[in-house]
């Protein structure tokens, strides 16, 4: 673990922090896509997935868990779990949980976050 990395902090989020998750969910999943998702689809899929009303909503909800990565109180990235199924045709064994989002802000990347979880 490098100096860096042990400065880096994962903790579970709370609904106070949905402001800045939703700014940063959109960012890193533009990130992620926007090579490879239409400009036009990837603003109407961020505008309606990430405003701070639906992320208000994730981080509220009793079955769903999202954790922050933060360096040096800036949060650099997230991960999701939801513990149940996300349609009823497929049901989720008890005490699992299936993770939906995991996303690290792209200069982090290689850098031994990932050992961290």
């Known amino acids: 673990m490098s ?6 902090r994962i903790r579970l989020a709370s609904a106070a922090d949905a402001a800045v998750l939703a700014e ?4 890193l999943f533009r990130q992620t896509y926007e090579q490879a998702v239409p400009s ?10 990430f405003s701070p009303r639906q992320v208000r909503a994730e981080l509220t ?3 769903t868990r999202t954790l ?4 040096e109180g800036r949060a650099i990235g ?3 779990l939801r513990h149940r199924p996300l349609t009823a ?16 802000d792209r ?3 290689g850098r031994g976050v990932a050992d961290l979880v």
């Open 40 to 49: 036009s689809d990837l603003d109407a899929f961020i505008a309606a997935s």
């Open 89 to 104: 045709e497929t049901p989720m064994p008890e005490g699992e949980a299936e993770l939906t989002r995991l996303y690290l």
């Open 24 to 27: 940063l969910a959109a960012r």
């Open 107 to 109: 200069p982090w990347h």
């Open 78 to 80: 997230y991960a999701q």
């Open 68 to 71: 922050l990565v933060e360096h």
């Open 3 to 8: 100096e860096e990395t042990s400065e880096v």
């Open 61 to 63: 909800d009793p079955e």
